[in-house]
């Protein structure tokens, strides 16, 4: 979820809310090429969730005889003046001498400690079929296990290491240094020992309700290929769904290095962020930049490389080119290997080829549906001024596909011009 930079010059990725600006534009019937890009594909690009749920059991850590055989140790050392002979400088002693293998000094032991835990990742998807099919990133509908280890133990241990420091440290007065030594111990030993049970995944699409809360609709895994550097793709599938937007797929063919490219997607950085509510979260941003080389990744896998920003959460958005036609899919952004920071202005883009591939494999056809045949036609007579060419129309985009975010704003900004 790599990939989870604002608004890129030019483009208005929230056509719909920002009426006021894109009615001036259609009165002057001049608009920009993001501002038209924006307003055609927003529709069809997703904010989508993968989230696991699990318990984390933690059993307890009882000292040993190898433990005991270092508290005799510490105590002969104060006994010769070696270390100190108060009881914390010998506790310190003996928990220096256990930092490096904890394991041969503690034993796990019942009863086992249960806490709930929860990882949420966001990135972006867009529909491929009217009836549901869609695309995103191999790395967005499933977490490495590594990293799903680190995260539940990131939320599930603190408290638990805290009590078990505790009860270490309840015979001595713990300095500073003693709780850090009890901390390493004790937080090592149980990393090493937690066991995750219970696991759940969901994949699915956040919405917003009336009341803007969060809204979840499951989706169902179609296919997935290998995680970047492989062939980072994954085919989603909505049961139930009709007439949905959707977004076109152009050849490898339609752009050339120097073209520029528009990434949609929901970065990290506003998804995350307690600045803005959550309903106008919802809205794709759109950056542009240009497409500056070709490169092969280590598994012989082309990708595309730009100067378009992209950050964690815009993974599995569309690419496109100045036509609206997907060229690709965002999928990660370049690391500083000295800092390991996010280095700036280097996305990496999965080429459209490749994404057809899938596609074909997993029986599906892309198709554009009628809604964004209809939507797409009122766009035309909206940003030409022709609004009362354009009104019909969006109210017919309006009953196919009542829950499309975007075109009840064109319409009580077309209601306005025809006033």
């Given at each position: 979820m790599q990939t989870t930079r604002l608004l890129a010059a030019g483009a208005l990725a929230m056509a719909a809310l920002a009426v006021s600006a894109t009615g001036a534009l259609a009165d002057s019937h001049e608009v920009?090429?993001?501002?038209?890009?924006?307003?055609?594909?927003?529709?069809?690009?997703?904010?989508?969730?993968?989230?696991?749920?699990?318990?984390?059991?933690?059993?307890?850590?009882?000292?040993?005889?190898a433990f005991l055989g270092l508290v005799a140790q510490a105590k002969r050392h104060a006994r010769l003046g070696h270390i100190p002979a108060d009881a914390q400088s010998q506790l310190k002693w003996v928990l220096r001498a256990a930092s490096a293998k904890p394991d041969r000094y503690l034993t796990a032991s019942g009863p086992n400690r249960t806490v709930p835990a929860d990882m949420l990742g966001l990135c972006t998807g867009w529909w491929l079929t009217p009836d549901g099919y869609m695309v995103t990133g191999a790395h967005c509908v499933s977490a490495v296990p590594q990293s799903l280890r680190s995260n539940f133990a990131t939320k599930a241990l603190p408290k638990i290491n805290q009590a078990d420091m505790a009860s270490l440290l309840k015979s001595v007065q713990p300095d500073t240094e003693l709780v850090n030594l009890a901390g390493g111990v004790i937080g090592k030993f149980n990393a090493d020992h937690m066991r995750i049970t219970g696991l759940t995944k969901t994949i699915a699409i956040v919405t917003a309700t009336s009341k803007d809360k969060p809204h979840v609709t499951p989706l169902t895994l179609v296919a997935k290929g290998a995680q970047y550097p492989g062939e980072d793709f994954a085919l989603?599938?909505?049961?139930?769904?009709?007439?949905?937007?959707?977004?076109?797929?152009?050849?490898?063919?339609?752009?050339?290095?120097?073209?520029?490219?528009?990434?949609?997607?929901?970065?990290?950085?506003?998804?995350?962020?307690?600045?803005?509510?959550?309903?106008?979260?919802?809205?794709?941003?759109?950056?542009?930049?240009?497409?500056?080389?070709?490169?092969?990744?280590?598994?012989?896998?082309?990708?595309?490389?730009?100067?378009?920003?992209?950050?964690?959460?815009?993974?599995?958005?569309?690419?496109?080119?100045?036509?609206?036609?997907?060229?690709?899919?965002?999928?990660?952004g370049s690391v500083d290997e000295q800092t390991l920071a996010e280095a700036e202005n280097h996305s990496f883009i999965l080429p459209v080829s490749i994404i057809r591939k899938r596609v074909a494999a997993a029986g599906v056809k892309p198709a554009e549906s009628i809604t964004t045949q209809v939507y797409d036609s009122a766009l035309d007579d909206y940003f030409a001024g022709r609004y009362r060419?354009?009104?019909?129309?969006?109210?017919?985009?309006?009953?196919?596909y009542p829950a499309h975010p975007y075109v009840g704003g064109f319409i009580a900004d077309t209601l306005k011009h025809l006033k």
């Amino acid at each position: 979820m790599q990939t989870t930079r604002l608004l890129a010059a030019g483009a208005l990725a929230m056509a719909a809310l920002a009426v006021s600006a894109t009615g001036a534009l259609a009165d002057s019937h001049e608009v920009a090429t993001g501002t038209r890009l924006a307003a055609r594909t927003d529709p069809a690009v997703q904010l989508i969730g993968l989230s696991y749920t699990g318990k984390v059991v933690v059993p307890q850590a009882r000292p040993n005889k190898a433990f005991l055989g270092l508290v005799a140790q510490a105590k002969r050392h104060a006994r010769l003046g070696h270390i100190p002979a108060d009881a914390q400088s010998q506790l310190k002693w003996v928990l220096r001498a256990a930092s490096a293998k904890p394991d041969r000094y503690l034993t796990a032991s019942g009863p086992n400690r249960t806490v709930p835990a929860d990882m949420l990742g966001l990135c972006t998807g867009w529909w491929l079929t009217p009836d549901g099919y869609m695309v995103t990133g191999a790395h967005c509908v499933s977490a490495v296990p590594q990293s799903l280890r680190s995260n539940f133990a990131t939320k599930a241990l603190p408290k638990i290491n805290q009590a078990d420091m505790a009860s270490l440290l309840k015979s001595v007065q713990p300095d500073t240094e003693l709780v850090n030594l009890a901390g390493g111990v004790i937080g090592k030993f149980n990393a090493d020992h937690m066991r995750i049970t219970g696991l759940t995944k969901t994949i699915a699409i956040v919405t917003a309700t009336s009341k803007d809360k969060p809204h979840v609709t499951p989706l169902t895994l179609v296919a997935k290929g290998a995680q970047y550097p492989g062939e980072d793709f994954a085919l989603l599938k909505l049961r139930g769904a009709r007439n949905v937007p959707t977004v076109p797929l152009g050849q490898d063919r339609d752009v050339r290095i120097g073209d520029t490219l528009y990434i949609s997607g929901f970065p990290g950085l506003i998804t995350n962020s307690p600045v803005f509510d959550f309903r106008s979260k919802l809205y794709p941003s759109l950056t542009e930049g240009a497409y500056n080389a070709q490169r092969k990744t280590v598994l012989g896998v082309p990708y595309l490389q730009s100067q378009a920003p992209s950050y964690h959460g815009n993974s599995g958005g569309p690419v496109f080119d100045k036509d609206g036609m997907v060229i690709g899919m965002l999928i990660a952004g370049s690391v500083d290997e000295q800092t390991l920071a996010e280095a700036e202005n280097h996305s990496f883009i999965l080429p459209v080829s490749i994404i057809r591939k899938r596609v074909a494999a997993a029986g599906v056809k892309p198709a554009e549906s009628i809604t964004t045949q209809v939507y797409d036609s009122a766009l035309d007579d909206y940003f030409a001024g022709r609004y009362r060419a354009a009104l019909p129309k969006l109210r017919r985009v309006q009953a196919l596909y009542p829950a499309h975010p975007y075109v009840g704003g064109f319409i009580a900004d077309t209601l306005k011009h025809l006033k």
